[in-house]
């Protein structure tokens, strides 16, 4: 069983009421993985996910923490700051030190095998994989596949 950290974008891709069509394929494929590859999947979120998702001006914060249930909640470690900053001073994330690099980096420590985002311009970007590689290999971390709900299907057996 796969352990998949969930990012911010794939809850609140699941709650979203916007009608363009980018959000209403990004909904229904959130919504369809989520019916048929959950459970098939070790899940967690970390604090800073749970964070994001309840600010006061996020319009569905009710919605999107009702909706991770019972996933399980991880910690964000120290090792996991630590990480965050080698990731923000190697510019293989955008500063500040929250957000995208706490995503990476408590995924990575808590060894997840897939990071599952929406957000393609800072973490599912082919372009900063190699250098997200380079810098954990240094640091002896195996970074996740981060990747889209489209590209983590397990087919029926």
Not at 4 to 21: G, I, K, M, Q, W
Not at 45 to 62: D, I, K
Not at 83 to 98: G, N, Y
């Amino acid at each position: 069983m796969a352990r998949v950290y969930l990012e911010t974008s794939f809850v609140s891709a699941c709650v979203t009421d916007r009608n363009d069509p980018g959000s209403i394929y990004r909904r229904e494929m959130s919504l369809e993985w989520w019916a048929t590859q959950r459970r098939k999947h070790d899940l967690f979120v970390s604090a800073e996910v749970v964070t994001e998702l309840s600010h006061p001006r996020y319009p569905h914060r009710e919605a999107a923490i009702t909706h991770l249930g019972e996933v399980r909640r991880v910690p964000v470690t120290p090792s996991a700051i630590g990480l965050a900053e080698v990731l923000v001073r190697e510019k293989v994330m955008p500063s500040p030190v929250a957000g995208d690099a706490i995503h990476l980096a408590v995924a990575t420590v808590h060894d997840a095998d897939y990071l599952l985002t929406w957000n393609v311009r800072h973490l599912a970007n082919p372009n900063k994989l190699r250098h997200l590689r380079a810098i954990c290999t240094r640091l002896g971390l195996l970074p996740p596949l981060i990747v889209t709900p489209e590209l983590l299907w397990e087919e029926e057996t």
